[in-house]
T-cell receptor
Framework: KNQVEQSPQSLIILEGKNCTLQ??????????LRWYKQDTGRGPVSLTI?????NTKSNGRYTATLDADTKQSSLHITASQLSDSASYIC???????????FGTGTSLTVIP | DTGVSQDPRHKITKRGQNVTFRCDPI?????LYWYRQTLGQGPEFLTY????????KSRLLSDRFSAERPKGSFSTLEIQRTEQGDSAMYLC?????????????FGPGTRLTVT
């Protein structure tokens, strides 16, 4: 069964600290993996997209890693800011890239 | 603003009423998707269009739900005889086949509350 699981479900960190969010998937055949940031009441916004051959991709303070062998991805946020408070969703696409499997997200709260 | 837009942003309706939502994708995007998201959950796929053709429908899309994309541009999602369980955020996304395959751009969503 194609599934995407994220951990932790929620996380609270102090402003300025780093954190790492995890995504494990069983989707096959793998096409690509995306991390989205979703602010409360808004649509998701893409942070990174990674294909099978990519191990690391950065977007500012966000760095995503992908291990296609273990089917794991992580999103590392450096020097967190209050505006990072949001839900972070891992999405894996399968086949030709048009079947999407969403994780339930990690809710991140950054406190001053 | 050249992003995906959705209208309305919020809709409150009484159980049993029909509602219709609209999505305007990014203009050159030929693929359009509808998702439903409940609180604390990730989006769930409902249906997908390539141009005007509805190519895939989730089993979540009961016979009370219908989606159209008549001219391959904007799309509508109609829910008939709404139920309280239909209360959710309805998200629309669009993408362009052949460019960053699978890269979807989401709209702000329509939040439906059925009372």
């Amino acid at each position: 069964k194609n599934q995407v699981e994220q951990s932790p479900q929620s996380l609270i960190i102090l402003e300025g600290k780093n954190c790492t969010l995890q995504c494990n998937y069983t989707v096959s055949p793998f096409s690509n993996l995306r991390w989205y940031k979703q602010d409360t009441g808004r649509g998701p916004v893409s942070l990174t997209i990674m294909t099978f051959s990519e191990n690391t991709k950065s977007n500012g303070r966000y760095t995503a890693t992908l291990d296609a062998d273990t089917k794991q991805s992580s999103l590392h946020i450096t020097a967190s800011q209050l505006s990072d408070s949001a839900s972070y969703i891992c999405v894996v696409s399968a086949g030709t890239g048009n079947q999407f499997y969403f994780g339930t997200g990690t809710s991140l709260t950054v406190i001053p | 603003d050249t992003g995906v837009s959705q209208d309305p942003r919020h809709k409150i309706t009484k159980r049993g009423q029909n509602v219709t939502f609209r999505c305007d994708p990014i203009s050159e995007h030929n693929r359009l998707y509808w998702y439903r998201q409940t609180l604390g959950q990730g989006p769930e796929f409902l249906t997908y269009f390539q141009n005007e053709a509805q190519l895939e429908k989730s089993r979540l899309l009961s016979d009370r739900f219908s989606a159209e994309r008549p001219k391959g541009s904007f799309s509508t999602l109609e829910i008939q005889r709404t139920e309280q369980g239909d209360s959710a955020m309805y998200l629309c996304a669009s993408s362009l086949r052949g460019q960053l395959e699978g890269e979807q751009y989401f709209g702000p969503g329509t939040r439906l509350t059925v009372t």
